[in-house]
């Protein structure tokens, strides 16, 4: 008997993967956490039925999410990474000798539990010593906080459940607050291939367009997200993510990157013309 997992990437389209084993399934207080091993993907985590990460493409997401804003600001050193419970993010980040400090919020201690037990790939560095964990809802976390990051990662799920809050205009707001005056705001921003997706990516490049003077999108292909083509955003008090990139910067740090390179940087803000149209129509 053969073992499929199988995601609703739109009404009519179904994306599956065929399953060695499910080697976790448990319903923490916030969502449904399952765990597979596969041939074609290794080992991979879900959410609801969502795809989070899989050891064969996760490297694609961490290196665009990390290494897109260190290399435009090099002097980046306080960072607050929201979600990003599997450590994929905060894994990347601890690779920069100049981060002196990440807070990493994460809602959820199980996923955190059964990456660390399933996921070594990605949860590898949680216990870097600048790295503070804390159990809560980032939407409440960011309220109290005024001038205080360099840097804020938004790593959530999609807007529905715990994640809905992450794509708020209030949030939104409070991010603005909790950065310093050159600071700059990463989020996963959904794909625009698929209606339901490129709604919730046009509303949330709507509300952070609200309180950021730079609001730009970039792309990368991650083949097990809906679509492949996946979207993130680019906010920042002050830096153009193209025109203030210090490639020779990022370069002379020797960081060995398996996607993230300072070409690819800039092509990735070349966005096809359908997503050009959609990101205006948000304005509109
Ligand atoms: N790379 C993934 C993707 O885009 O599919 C996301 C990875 S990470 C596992 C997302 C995390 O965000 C989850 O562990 C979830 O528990 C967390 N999360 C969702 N809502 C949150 C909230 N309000 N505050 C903090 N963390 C939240």
Redesign the pocket.
């Known amino acids: 008997m053969e073992l499929w997992y199988t995601e609703e990437h739109s009404e009519n389209v179904r994306f599956s993967i065929k399953v060695d084993e499910q080697l976790y399934s448990a319903q923490s207080p ?2 449904r956490i399952d765990v597979f091993s596969s041939k074609e993907f290794g080992k991979f ?1 879900t ?1 609801d039925g ?4 899989t050891e064969k493409d ?1 490297f694609i ?1 961490h290196d665009m ?1 990390v290494h897109v804003p260190m290399a435009v600001n090099p002097k980046i050193e306080k960072v607050l990474v ?5 450590g ?1 993010t905060v894994r990347e980040l601890t690779r920069y000798e100049t981060i002196k400090h990440i807070d990493m ?4 201690k199980m ?2 539990d059964v ?1 660390i037990k399933y996921l070594p790939q990605t949860a590898c560095k949680l216990d870097d010593k600048r790295v503070n964990l804390l159990f ?4 409440k ?1 960011v309220r109290t906080k005024v001038n205080e990051y360099d840097l804020i990662i938004v ?4 807007p529905f ?6 794509f708020t205009k209030e949030f939104y707001g409070n991010c603005f607050n909790a950065l310093k005056e050159d600071g700059i705001l990463v989020n ?1 921003h959904e794909t625009p291939y698929y209606e339901s997706y490129a709604k919730s990516m046009q509303r949330a490049h709507k509300r952070i367009n609200e309180f950021f003077p730079v609001c730009r999108v970039y792309q990368a292909h991650i083949p097990t ?1 809906p679509s492949g083509h996946w979207l993130f955003g680019f906010a920042s008090k002050k830096y153009d993510p193209v025109k203030d990139l210090n490639a020779e910067n990022w370069n002379k740090l020797g960081l060995k990157t398996k996607y993230y390179n300072t070409d690819l940087h800039t092509g990735a803000f070349a966005l096809p013309n359908y997503v050009i149209d959609l990101l205006k129509a948000s304005h509109e």
């Not at 969502?50 to 990460?53: F, I, Q």
């Not at 929201?82 to 599997?86: F, L, R």
């Not at 790593?155 to 999609?158: E, L, M, P, Q, V």
């Open positions: 916030f969502q985590f959410l969502l795809m989070m990460v996760e997401y999410i929201i979600g990003a419970g599997d994929g919020v994460e809602i959820d996923v955190v990456c809560e809802d980032g939407l976390f790593d959530s799920t999609d459940g715990p994640g809905e809050g992450l996963q997200y």
